[in-house]
Protein backbone atom coordinates (compact mmCIF):
# COMPACT_ATOMS: atom_id res chain seq x y z
CA UNK A 1 0.00 0.00 0.00
CA UNK A 2 2.79 2.61 0.77
CA UNK A 3 4.15 1.51 -2.32
CA UNK A 4 1.62 2.31 -4.24
CA UNK A 5 0.89 5.81 -2.21
CA UNK A 6 4.52 6.46 -3.07
CA UNK A 7 3.83 5.89 -6.71
CA UNK A 8 0.78 7.97 -6.99
CA UNK A 9 2.79 11.03 -5.26
CA UNK A 10 5.55 11.10 -7.46
CA UNK A 11 3.22 10.70 -10.34
CA UNK A 12 1.32 13.59 -9.77
CA UNK A 13 4.50 15.62 -8.13
CA UNK A 14 6.02 15.38 -11.74
CA UNK A 15 2.20 16.45 -13.49
CA UNK A 16 2.16 19.64 -11.11
CA UNK A 17 5.85 19.86 -11.80
CA UNK A 18 5.39 19.81 -15.69
CA UNK A 19 2.31 22.49 -15.31
CA UNK A 20 3.89 24.58 -13.29
CA UNK A 21 6.86 25.40 -15.82
CA UNK A 22 6.73 29.44 -16.98
CA UNK A 23 6.72 30.39 -20.50
CA UNK A 24 7.40 33.83 -21.54
CA UNK A 25 7.13 36.39 -24.45
CA UNK A 26 9.95 37.61 -26.34
CA UNK A 27 8.96 41.16 -27.93
CA UNK A 28 10.97 42.26 -30.29
CA UNK A 29 10.91 45.89 -31.90
CA UNK A 30 12.89 46.21 -35.19
CA UNK A 31 14.43 49.92 -36.39
CA UNK A 32 16.53 50.89 -38.76
CA UNK A 33 14.98 49.97 -42.31
CA UNK A 34 15.04 52.41 -44.87
CA UNK A 35 11.85 52.11 -46.10
CA UNK A 36 8.39 49.85 -45.79
CA UNK A 37 9.03 47.46 -49.11
CA UNK A 38 9.59 44.02 -48.41
CA UNK A 39 9.00 41.81 -45.70
CA UNK A 40 11.58 41.24 -42.34
CA UNK A 41 11.94 37.89 -41.94
CA UNK A 42 12.51 37.16 -38.05
CA UNK A 43 14.63 33.45 -36.62
CA UNK A 44 14.39 33.05 -32.85
CA UNK A 45 17.37 30.00 -32.35
CA UNK A 46 17.22 27.89 -28.96
CA UNK A 47 20.80 26.31 -29.72
CA UNK A 48 24.53 27.27 -30.32
CA UNK A 49 24.41 24.42 -32.74
CA UNK A 50 21.55 25.96 -35.00
CA UNK A 51 22.01 29.41 -34.92
CA UNK A 52 21.59 30.55 -37.95
CA UNK A 53 21.07 27.00 -39.25
CA UNK A 54 17.19 26.18 -38.12
CA UNK A 55 15.15 28.39 -36.55
CA UNK A 56 13.27 27.41 -33.36
CA UNK A 57 10.37 29.84 -34.14
CA UNK A 58 10.20 32.21 -37.12
CA UNK A 59 7.97 34.86 -38.57
CA UNK A 60 7.52 37.06 -41.46
CA UNK A 61 6.10 40.71 -40.75
CA UNK A 62 5.61 43.49 -42.92
CA UNK A 63 7.10 47.38 -42.39
CA UNK A 64 5.11 50.40 -41.43
CA UNK A 65 6.81 53.31 -41.03
CA UNK A 66 10.38 51.43 -41.05
CA UNK A 67 9.42 50.03 -38.03
CA UNK A 68 8.83 46.45 -37.20
CA UNK A 69 7.56 44.27 -33.65
CA UNK A 70 7.59 40.19 -33.38
CA UNK A 71 6.16 38.50 -30.31
CA UNK A 72 6.96 35.20 -29.94
CA UNK A 73 4.95 33.50 -27.09
CA UNK A 74 5.04 30.59 -24.83
CA UNK A 75 8.82 30.43 -24.59
CA UNK A 76 10.42 28.43 -22.22
CA UNK A 77 12.97 29.58 -20.26
CA UNK A 78 16.30 29.14 -21.38
CA UNK A 79 19.11 30.80 -23.83
CA UNK A 80 18.46 32.21 -26.78
CA UNK A 81 19.29 34.35 -30.30
CA UNK A 82 17.99 36.19 -33.14
CA UNK A 83 18.22 37.03 -36.37
CA UNK A 84 16.54 39.04 -39.13
CA UNK A 85 17.07 40.26 -42.42
CA UNK A 86 14.68 42.64 -44.46
CA UNK A 87 13.40 41.43 -47.94
CA UNK A 88 13.71 44.41 -49.68
CA UNK A 89 12.79 42.67 -52.85
CA UNK A 90 10.62 40.17 -51.75
CA UNK A 91 11.89 37.96 -53.09
CA UNK A 92 11.29 35.55 -49.55
CA UNK A 93 15.38 34.86 -49.45
CA UNK A 94 18.21 37.15 -48.00
CA UNK A 95 20.18 38.25 -51.06
CA UNK A 96 23.60 37.64 -50.59
CA UNK A 97 27.14 38.56 -52.68
CA UNK A 98 29.54 36.31 -54.92
CA UNK A 99 31.20 36.38 -51.11
CA UNK A 100 28.22 35.13 -49.27
CA UNK A 101 28.06 38.78 -47.78
CA UNK A 102 24.21 39.62 -47.46
CA UNK A 103 23.41 42.32 -49.86
CA UNK A 104 19.73 43.13 -47.86
CA UNK A 105 19.80 44.79 -44.47
CA UNK A 106 20.45 42.10 -41.17
CA UNK A 107 20.10 43.19 -37.70
CA UNK A 108 21.28 40.75 -34.70
CA UNK A 109 20.08 40.13 -31.20
CA UNK A 110 22.61 42.37 -28.67
CA UNK A 111 23.74 43.69 -32.16
CA UNK A 112 25.91 41.32 -32.91
CA UNK A 113 28.65 41.85 -35.77
CA UNK A 114 30.58 39.15 -37.37
CA UNK A 115 34.24 39.61 -38.61
CA UNK A 116 35.35 37.65 -41.36
CA UNK A 117 32.07 35.66 -41.55
CA UNK A 118 28.55 35.61 -39.91
CA UNK A 119 28.15 36.82 -36.42
CA UNK A 120 29.07 34.20 -33.65
CA UNK A 121 26.13 32.45 -31.25
CA UNK A 122 27.86 33.54 -27.53
CA UNK A 123 27.62 37.52 -29.03
CA UNK A 124 23.93 37.46 -29.80
CA UNK A 125 22.89 35.33 -27.07
CA UNK A 126 20.22 36.40 -24.57
CA UNK A 127 18.67 34.44 -21.30
CA UNK A 128 14.66 34.33 -21.19
CA UNK A 129 13.74 34.01 -17.18
CA UNK A 130 10.96 36.01 -17.67
CA UNK A 131 9.14 38.46 -20.19
CA UNK A 132 11.61 40.26 -22.47
CA UNK A 133 11.73 43.07 -24.69
CA UNK A 134 14.27 44.06 -27.62
CA UNK A 135 15.20 46.19 -29.88
CA UNK A 136 17.33 45.51 -33.18
CA UNK A 137 18.45 47.61 -35.33
CA UNK A 138 18.30 46.36 -38.78
CA UNK A 139 21.10 47.64 -41.44
Known sequence: MQRI???TVLF????????????????????GMKSDKGSLFVALYNTKDSFLKERYK???VKINDKKATVLFKDIPAGTYAVSSFHDVNDNKKMDTNFFGIPKEPIGMSN???????????KDAKFEV?????????VK
Not at 12 to 31: K, M, P, Y
Not at 129 to 137: A, G
Open 5 to 7: ILI
Open 12 to 31: LGGIISSLAQENHTVTIDFT
Open 111 to 121: DAKGFMGPPKY
Open 129 to 137: TKNVTLSIN
Open 58 to 60: GEI
